[in-house]
């Protein structure tokens, strides 16, 4: 069935490292892959996507890559701070159902120690 | 102003009784979805509107019952609560069916005594 692996599930950097998050998603039709944040207690925040067609996308100190032929795509954080410290969530488009359906990975605990 | 906003923020209440989660979005999106958040901060869809056509039903006891009286709006109704129904709920919306960016709302924390 569909499903997105995440890994690490924690993930402890000093402030100004870098922090690098993967994924893998097994539905091959899958073209959309966003990443959102959350911090305790509050929703889930959109914080950057990248589509099938493009191979890397980036928004200040955020950037995603994709690759399709190995069906994985990363989050990478750049010059981290305190306030990067979240739960960060992949997802990946269910394409066979053409829903909208996001299946989501399990989440990384990103914590940036100052 | 709140794009997505759901009520209530807190629900408590006790096993077997009936008890309904409001959603409404003022973002003019097509799609509205719920998600649940368990204990272990996993993030599952439940169901999904489109202009109150219901198009997603995952695998939920049928306990659980959405309702959308308009596009703005996606109501979650849940008979007879279990303990393990006790989580966090999202309510979502995206522009339109297809086109997957999808906004959440501050969730409704559901504990079940």
């Known amino acids: 069935g569909e499903n997105v692996e995440q890994h690490p599930s924690t993930l402890s950097v000093q402030e100004g490292d870098s922090a690098v998050i993967k994924c893998t998603y097994s539905d091959s039709a899958s073209n959309y892959f966003p990443w959102y944040k959350q911090e305790l207690g509050k929703r889930p925040q959109l914080i950057i996507d990248i589509r099938s067609n493009v191979g890397e996308k980036k928004d200040q100190r955020i950037a995603v890559t994709l690759n399709k032929t190995a069906k994985h795509f990363s989050l990478h954080i750049t010059e981290t701070q305190p306030e990067d410290s979240a739960v960060y969530f992949c997802a990946a488009s269910s394409g066979s159902s053409n829903t909208g359906k996001l299946i989501f990975g399990q989440g990384t605990t990103l914590q940036v120690k100052p | 102003d709140t794009a997505v906003s759901q009520t209530p923020k807190y629900l408590v209440t006790q096993m077997g009784n009936d008890k309904s989660i409001k959603c409404e979005q003022n973002?003019?999106?097509?799609?509205m979805y719920w998600y649940k958040q368990d204990s272990k901060k996993f993030l599952k869809i439940m169901f999904s509107?489109?202009?109150?056509?219901?198009?997603i039903n995952e695998t939920v006891p049928n306990r659980f019952s959405p309702k959308s009286p308009d596009k703005a709006h996606l109501n979650l109704h849940i008979n007879s609560l279990e303990l393990g129904d006790s989580a966090v709920y999202f309510c979502?919306?995206?522009?339109?069916?297809?086109?997957?960016?999808?906004?959440f709302g501050p969730g409704t924390r559901l504990t079940v005594t």
């Open positions: 509107y489109n202009n109150k056509e219901l198009i």
């Open positions: 979502a919306s995206s522009p339109r069916l297809r086109q997957n960016e999808q906004y």
């Open positions: 973002l003019g999106h097509d799609t």
